[in-house]
């Protein structure tokens, strides 16, 4: 099976750590996004890449979130000096480049902050 | 901007009853629209989508959806209800293709 790989599954660490979570898209997908999703909320949008590009941030998102996705392929989500209020599922998912392509997603890493 | 509206975070329904969970939308240009599912423990899964052709719209599981454009609604329905239905069911807008702008969620519990 070769769908979206998320890693770790689960993560805690204490507040004001730094933490990276990686996501490997389905290998033909140039289009990756990153979600957040905390219990009984719907996934909140955090920012997309197009191939290595980053075309899109969401204005919630504070300085301390940086994403990366170098060669294309796999990407990166850093969280810098993490605080409780982080603690969520991060999701990722990938598409073709075409408007009504669907977003296939990964299982999600799951950030505890204590 | 664009949102997606989802009226009740939780639905029960009896095993075989109909399920009709609602959706509405608000969207300055032509929307396209998903339902994605969400299983315990497991990614979201899509159900079905509208890209603008036909208005009722079958998906994978019985489900089906219809565009009302006069409403701006996307109420997904599935005639008989299934114990493996229980899930967690989101609605989602995608203004001009793209990310995709989720609902907050309706769960649904199906009794025997």
């Known amino acids: 099976d070769t769908g979206v790989s998320q890693d770790p599954r689960h993560k805690i660490t204490k507040r004001g750590q730094n933490v990276t979570f990686r996501c490997d898209p389905i290998s033909e997908h140039n289009r990756l996004y990153w979600y957040r999703q905390t219990l009984g909320q719907g996934p909140e949008f955090l920012t997309y890449?197009?191939?290595?590009?980053?075309?899109?941030k969401s204005r919630l998102l504070s300085d301390r979130f940086s994403a990366e996705r170098p060669k294309g392929s796999f990407s990166t989500l850093e969280i810098q000096r993490t605080e409780q209020g982080d603690s969520a599922m991060y999701l990722c998912?990938?598409?073709?480049?075409?408007?009504?392509?669907?977003?296939?997603f990964g299982s999600g890493t799951q950030l505890s902050v204590l | 901007a664009q949102s997606v509206t989802q009226l009740g975070s939780h639905v029960s329904v009896s095993e075989g009853a109909l399920v009709l969970l609602r959706c509405n939308y608000s969207?300055?240009?032509?929307?396209?629209l998903f339902w994605y599912v969400q299983y315990p423990n497991q990614g979201l899964q899509l159900l079905l989508k509208?890209?603008?052709?036909?208005?009722l719209v079958k998906g994978i599981n019985g489900f089906e959806a219809e565009f009302k454009k006069s409403e701006t609604s996307f109420h997904l329905t599935k005639p008989s209800a299934h114990m493996s239905d229980a899930a967690e069911y989101f609605c989602?807008?995608?203004?001009?293709?793209?990310?995709?702008?989720f609902g907050q969620g309706t769960e649904l519990s199906v009794k025997p």
């Open positions: 989602a807008v995608s203004p001009l293709g793209g990310k995709l702008i």
């Open positions: 890449f197009q191939n290595e590009a980053q075309l899109e």
């Open positions: 509208y890209t603008s052709a036909a208005t």
């Open positions: 998912a990938s598409s073709l480049n075409t408007p009504t392509s669907k977003l296939f």
């Open positions: 969207s300055s240009v032509p929307p396209y």
